[in-house]
């Protein structure tokens, strides 16, 4: 059993990329850091002897990552305790999670954080697939208070290089379609995000962006969805909201029921028919 105020790395495993996911402090030593500057998927790195300095966070319960769940993260959790939040410390710490090879998320393609912590993306208006996917992935497995912009197409570039926002799904732009992979593909392999999960969430929707329904019997019903979606939203963030339900549900199907069926029975229970 976990220690008291602990939580274990396969409770925790569960809940990321979920709409319950903790927020995640990662209060790893700056040399710690250095040796392996990847983290748990929508971790935030923080001080964790100025808590107080932390940019305001989402009242989700609390869970801090040092790099073995001694005393920096331990020390973390009961501080935030002290403060009024649910915390807890992650057993074994980063170095049982690496050990495990559950998830950790590459930095070097994310864009700088604006002053309150957070990246910026931005993209072309009216959403249909890959530019809610995308969204969906940054917010439950990479930053989950991530600021999504929607503006037209030829204004992009010069939004990204006024806010410090990385484009996407956009021609020309780093995260965009490269031959026959969508934006959605491309964002796992730089973040460094595979999960069987993840990966069959991928097909569905390279095969609903790409006019390729061969690829997924589920990628015909992906593009219905978002069409309609789309026809239903006139508000971007609206839509973006309402695909964000439609994603964390396609996500724990490919996770948890793939295997489970459906139908009509044909007969009341204990009658012959």
Request: with cysteine.
């Given at each position: 059993?976990?220690?008291?105020?602990?939580?274990?790395?396969?409770?925790?495993?569960?809940?990321?990329?979920?709409?319950?996911?903790?927020?995640?402090?990662?209060?790893?030593?700056?040399?710690?850091?250095?040796?392996?500057?990847?983290?748990?998927?929508?971790?935030?790195?923080?001080?964790?002897?100025?808590?107080?300095?932390?940019?305001?966070?989402?009242?989700?319960?609390?869970?801090?990552?040092?790099?073995?769940?001694?005393?920096?993260?331990?020390?973390?959790?009961?501080?935030?305790?002290?403060?009024?939040?649910?915390?807890?410390?992650?057993?074994?710490?980063?170095?049982?999670?690496?050990?495990?090879?559950?998830?950790?998320?590459?930095?070097?393609?994310?864009?700088?954080?604006?002053?309150?912590?957070?990246?910026?993306?931005?993209?072309?208006?009216?959403?249909?697939?890959?530019?809610?996917?995308?969204?969906?992935?940054?917010?439950?497995?990479?930053?989950?208070?991530?600021?999504?912009?929607?503006?037209?197409?030829?204004?992009?570039?010069?939004?990204?290089?006024?806010?410090?926002a990385a484009p996407f799904d956009i021609e020309g732009a780093f995260f965009s379609h490269r031959g026959e992979l969508c934006s959605f593909d491309i964002m796992l392999a730089e973040f460094g995000l595979s999960l069987p999960a993840l990966d069959r969430l991928a097909t569905i929707v390279r095969g609903a962006d790409t006019a390729r329904l061969d690829l997924a019997p589920e990628a015909a019903g992906l593009l219905a969805v978002s069409l309609g979606l789309s026809?239903?939203?006139?508000?971007?963030?609206?839509?973006?909201?309402?695909?964000?339900?439609?994603?964390?549900?396609?996500?724990?199907?490919?996770?948890?029921?793939?295997?489970?069926?459906?139908?009509?029975?044909?007969?009341?229970?204990?009658?012959?028919?």
């Amino acid at each position: 059993m976990p220690a008291p105020d602990a939580i274990t790395a396969d409770k925790l495993s569960r809940l990321i990329g979920t709409a319950r996911a903790p927020v995640i402090l990662d209060v790893r030593s700056d040399e710690d850091f250095a040796a392996d500057p990847r983290l748990l998927p929508g971790a935030i790195r923080a001080d964790d002897s100025a808590l107080a300095d932390l940019p305001p966070l989402p009242a989700s319960p609390i869970i801090a990552v040092c790099q073995a769940g001694h005393h920096r993260s331990q020390g973390a959790a009961a501080w935030l305790r002290a403060e009024g939040r649910s915390a807890e410390y992650l057993e074994g710490g980063f170095a049982d999670w690496r050990e495990i090879g559950f998830p950790l998320i590459s930095l070097g393609a994310l864009p700088p954080r604006d002053p309150q912590g957070r990246t910026v993306w931005v993209t072309r208006a009216r959403p249909k697939i890959d530019r809610i996917a995308c969204p969906w992935l940054i917010r439950r497995f990479v930053d989950p208070r991530a600021v999504i912009l929607f503006v037209s197409p030829s204004e992009v570039e010069g939004v990204a290089d006024r806010y410090n926002a990385a484009p996407f799904d956009i021609e020309g732009a780093f995260f965009s379609h490269r031959g026959e992979l969508c934006s959605f593909d491309i964002m796992l392999a730089e973040f460094g995000l595979s999960l069987p999960a993840l990966d069959r969430l991928a097909t569905i929707v390279r095969g609903a962006d790409t006019a390729r329904l061969d690829l997924a019997p589920e990628a015909a019903g992906l593009l219905a969805v978002s069409l309609g979606l789309s026809r239903i939203h006139a508000d971007d963030m609206e839509q973006l909201e309402a695909g964000m339900l439609v994603y964390d549900a396609f996500y724990r199907w490919a996770r948890d029921a793939t295997g489970e069926t459906h139908n009509w029975p044909s007969a009341k229970a204990g009658v012959t028919p």
